[in-house]
Nanobody, 119 residues
Framework: QYQLVESGGGLVQPGGSLRLSCVVS????????IGWFRQAPGKEREFVAS????????NYADSVKGRFTMSRDNFKNTVYLQMSSLKPDDTAVYYCAADSSMSFQAPYWGQGTQVTVSS
């Protein structure tokens, strides 16, 4: 059974940092592309970052480039999203996803973790 479990969300002030984690089970990270997505209230889910099963440099949405860093630890079967210089517009539920394709058209989803950026 494929499972993705996110953690690390919370309330942070603008300019602050958070690190999200996504622990996967039922598969290994070197077999799937992993992505981070987010959904703000009243908005559609949007892409944040992704990394292929071969590793290499992650891809980022323009809105988070230079502020967010995605990484993975194959040994721990865990993917991370380090978020810095957070803005109120980053407030959303953050989801990790796994897919056999970098297009993420039919991924496995985690349950999400809430990130709130507010003073």
């Amino acid at each position: 059974q494929y499972q993705l479990v996110e953690s690390g969300g919370g309330l942070v002030q603008p300019g602050g940092s958070l690190r999200l984690s996504c622990v996967v089970s039922g598969f290994t990270l070197d077999a799937y592309a992993i992505g981070w997505f987010r959904q703000a209230p009243g908005k559609e889910r949007e892409f944040v970052a992704s990394i292929s099963w071969t590793g290499g440099s992650p891809n980022y949405a323009d809105s988070v480039k230079g502020r967010f860093t995605m990484s993975r630890d194959n040994f721990k079967n865990t993917v991370y999203l380090q978020m810095s210089s957070l803005k109120p517009d980053d407030t959303a539920v953050y989801y990790c996803a796994a897919d056999s394709s970098m297009s993420f058209q039919a991924p496995y989803w985690g349950q999400g973790t809430q990130v709130t950026v507010s003073s």
